[in-house]
C-alpha cells in the first residue's frame, strides 16, 4: 500500500489537498505531520477526513529529528509530499533566521529519513517567488535563472537547491512543482485577499504597499492540488513544473475587486510604505505542464473570488 507522508496539512494549500485526496484514494494512506504554528489548524481538516480510515495525523517538528524518524518507523512511509513551509514575506524579513531553519533544515531532515527508509518519491511544493520578479513583458520558465528577493524566497529557493542536489548526489527521485499566488478557502489572515476581507467586514482601512502596482497570477487552490497531484503520481523523476493561474492582476486591481464585491467605495484604500526588495511581477508560462500532463485551470478569478468572500463571511460572522 502507498502511504505519503504530507507535511503541515492543517496549512492552506495541505489542508485543501488532504480534504480532497483523501476521500478520493481510500487505497491510499495519508499522513499528516504537522507542528500546528499559529498559521496551521486542525479545523481546517474535514470532520469526515479526520474520521477516515486511511489518514493519519502526527503532531510533530520537522526539527526535532528523533520524533520525525519515530513516524517513519511506525507508519513505514512510501513517499513524501513536502508541503510545510513558513511563507508570510513581511514576516521572513522580521526574522530571516527562522524561515532558513523551517524551510531549508526540515527539508534536509526529510531528504536523510527518505534516503535512510529508501522512500520513492519526494515532491517539494515551491513559489514561483524563487525567481525573483520579472519586467511587464515576458514569463517565468522552468529554466528561468533562480534570482530570489526577499529571505521567504530565499529560503524556498535553498531548499529547492538541496533537493535537486540529493537527486544528483544520491539519486533520490524527485519532482518540484512552483506554484503562482493561492487562494480560497483556510487561507491564513495575514495573507492579502482574507486580510482585506477581514477588514472591510470590520469597516477597517485597507493597507496597499506603495501604488498597488505590484502584479500577481492568482491561482485557486483547488487547482493547485489537482496540478500536484498529476506530477506526483505522473511526472518523471527530476522533472520541474510550473503551476499558474492564468489571473494576472494588480495588488490594486484586487483591491477595487474586493471592494466592488463587498459594497465599499475607494475611500477605504491607503497607501503605505513599500515592502524592502518588494518584488515588480510574477508571471509564468505553464506550456511545459499544460502540455505534458495538465490541463488549464477550471476556475477564473471573478469566479473563485466571489466564492472566496462568501466563505470568510461566513466563517467569521
Known amino acids: 500500500m502507498k502511504k505519503i507522508i504530507v507535511t503541515w496539512c492543517a496549512g492552506f494549500i495541505g489542508s485543501n489537498f488532504v480534504n480532497k485526496y483523501v476521500m478520493l484514494c481510500p487505497d491510499i494512506v495519508f499522513i499528516n505531520v504537522d507542528c500546528l ?45 513536502h508541503f510545510a513551509a513558513e511563507s508570510h514575506v513581511d514576516n521572513s524579513i522580521k526574522n530571516p533566521k527562522l524561515f532558513t531553519e523551517t524551510n531549508v533544515l526540515w527539508t534536509q531532515n526529510l531528504l536523510d529519513l527518505y534516503r535512510k527508509y529508501g522512500l520513492q518519491r519526494f515532491h517539494q511544493i515551491s513559489t514561483d517567488e524563487v525567481y525573483g520578479d520579472i519586467p511587464n513583458t515576458g514569463f517565468f520558465l522552468e529554466t528561468t535563472p533562480l534570482n530570489p528577493s526577499s529571505p521567504y524566497s530565499a529560503s524556498k529557493t535553498a531548499a529547492d537547491l538541496l533537493v535537486k542536489a540529493y537527486g544528483r548526489t544520491f539519486k533520490i527521485d524527485f519532482v518540484i512543482t512552483r506554484c503562482s499566488n493561492n487562494y480560497w478557502p483556510n487561507q491564513d489572515n495575514e495573507k492579502l485577499i482574507p486580510h482585506f476581507i477581514n477588514l472591510l467586514q470590520q469597516n477597517k482601512q485597507l493597507t496597499v504597499y506603495w501604488d498597488g502596482s505590484n502584479i500577481r497570477d492568482w491561482l485557486f487552490v483547488e487547482d493547485h492540488c489537482d496540478a500536484i497531484w498529476e506530477v506526483f503520481t505522473k511526472a518523471k523523476t527530476w522533472s520541474i513544473y510550473n503551476i499558474w493561474g492564468n489571473n494576472e492582476y494588480s495588488n490594486l486591481e484586487i483591491t477595487k475587486i474586493l471592494l466592488k464585491e463587498m459594497w465599499k467605495d475607494e475611500s477605504f484604500i491607503g497607501f503605505v510604505a513599500d515592502r524592502p526588495g518588494h518584488d515588480k511581477r510574477y508571471a509564468i508560462d505553464a506550456s511545459k505542464i499544460k502540455n505534458e500532463l495538465w490541463r488549464e485551470p477550471k476556475i477564473k478569478f471573478d469566479e473563485g473570488i466571489k466564492t472566496t468572500i462568501a466563505f470568510y463571511l461566513n466563517n467569521w460572522l
Open 37 to 81: 504554528t499559529y498559521a496551521w489548524k486542525l479545523e481546517n481538516i474535514s470532520e469526515q477526513v479526520k474520521s477516515a480510515p486511511n489518514y493519519f495525523f502526527e503532531k510533530v517538528d520537522i526539527r526535532d529529528v528523533a520524533a520525525l524518524e519515530d513516524v517513519f518507523k511506525r507508519h513505514a512511509p512510501t513517499d513524501i509530499i
